[in-house]
T-cell receptor, first 111, second 119 residues
Framework: DAGITQSPRYKITETGRQVTLMCHQT?????MFWYRQDLGHGLRLIYY???????DKGEVPDGYVVSRSKTENFPLTLESATRSQTSVYFC??????????FGAGTRLSVL | AQKITQTQPGMFVQEKEAVTLDCTYD???????LFWYKQPSSGEMIFLIY??????QNATEGRYSLNFQKARKSANLVISASQLGDSAMYFC????????????????FGKGTKLSVIP
C-alpha cells in the first residue's frame, strides 16, 4: 500500500530497554521527521532527515537516535527507555512546500 | 517565544453552525507555510488546509477556509456548517526553512484546540 506506515502501533516496554520504532514511506520523499505528542505540548520535533544519510536534531532529541540508510526508512531508537519517553510518536514525510504526510502513530508506554 | 499560538484549549459549537479556531504565528522568514491538521479520537493526523505566505487568496477546501491576515500574523481556521464528525483536536502548524544543521523544511505545531460539536 502506498503511504507512510509505522510499526508497531502499540508498544509497552520497561525502563532501560532499547526500543526501535519503524517508519516506512513509499513515495520516495526526501524529508522525513519524527515527532512526539504529549498532552499540553502539541507535537514536538525529535529528529529529521533531509535525505539518506543526512539527519539532524530537532527540538527534543535527547535519549533518541536515528538513522537513514535508505530513503524509504527512518527508524527511531530509544537507547535506554525512560518513563518520560512515554508518548505517542508520529513519523512524517515531505517532498515539497505544501505536503506533509503523517503515519498513524505509535503509542509507547515505558513502565 | 512560541512560534505557533492557539489560545483556545477547547471550544463548543452547535451542529450546523460555523466556528473559527484561532492561530497566531511568529516568524521572520518571508517564505513560510501554514497548515491545519485534524486529529480525531482515533489518533491519526489528517491534513485539512494549507496557506502559503505569498498566496494572495485565502485557502479553501470544502467546508474549511483559512482566514489569513498576514500583517496580524494570524491564520484562523473557519469550519462552516459544523458536523458531529468535526469533533476533534485541531492543530495549527507552520513550515519554515531551517537554515542551520542539515537544512530542511520544518513543521512547528501549536498545542491544539479541542472542538466539540453539540447536536
Amino acid at each position: 500500500d502506498a503511504g507512510i506506515t509505522q510499526s508497531p502501533r502499540y508498544k509497552i516496554t520497561e525502563t532501560g530497554r532499547q526500543v526501535t520504532l519503524m517508519c516506512h514511506q513509499t513515495w520516495s520523499h526526501s524529508y522525513m521527521f519524527w515527532y512526539r505528542q504529549d498532552l499540553g505540548h502539541g507535537l514536538r520535533l525529535i529528529y529529521y532527515s533531509a535525505a539518506a544519510d543526512i539527519t539532524d536534531k530537532g527540538e527534543v532529541p535527547d535519549g533518541y537516535v536515528v538513522s537513514r540508510s535508505k530513503t524509504e526508512n527512518f527508524p527511531l531508537t530509544l537507547e535506554s527507555a525512560t518513563r518520560s519517553q512515554t508518548s505517542v510518536y508520529f513519523c512524517a514525510s515531505s517532498e515539497d512546500w505544501a505536503g506533509w504526510y503523517f503515519g498513524a502513530g505509535t503509542r509507547l508506554s515505558v513502565l | 517565544a512560541q512560534k505557533i499560538t492557539q489560545t483556545q484549549p477547547g471550544m463548543f459549537v452547535q451542529e450546523k453552525e460555523a466556528v473559527t479556531l484561532d492561530c497566531t504565528y511568529d516568524t521572520s522568514d518571508p517564505s513560510y507555510g501554514l497548515f491545519w491538521y485534524k486529529q480525531p479520537s482515533s489518533g491519526e493526523m489528517i491534513f485539512l488546509i494549507y496557506q502559503g505566505s505569498y498566496d494572495q487568496q485565502n485557502a479553501t477546501e470544502g467546508r474549511y477556509s483559512l482566514n489569513f491576515q498576514k500583517a496580524r500574523k494570524s491564520a484562523n481556521l473557519v469550519i462552516s456548517a459544523s458536523q458531529l464528525g468535526d469533533s476533534a483536536m485541531y492543530f495549527c502548524a507552520m513550515r519554515e526553512v531551517q537554515y542551520s544543521g542539515a537544512g530542511s523544511y520544518q513543521l512547528t505545531f501549536g498545542k491544539g484546540t479541542k472542538l466539540s460539536v453539540i447536536p
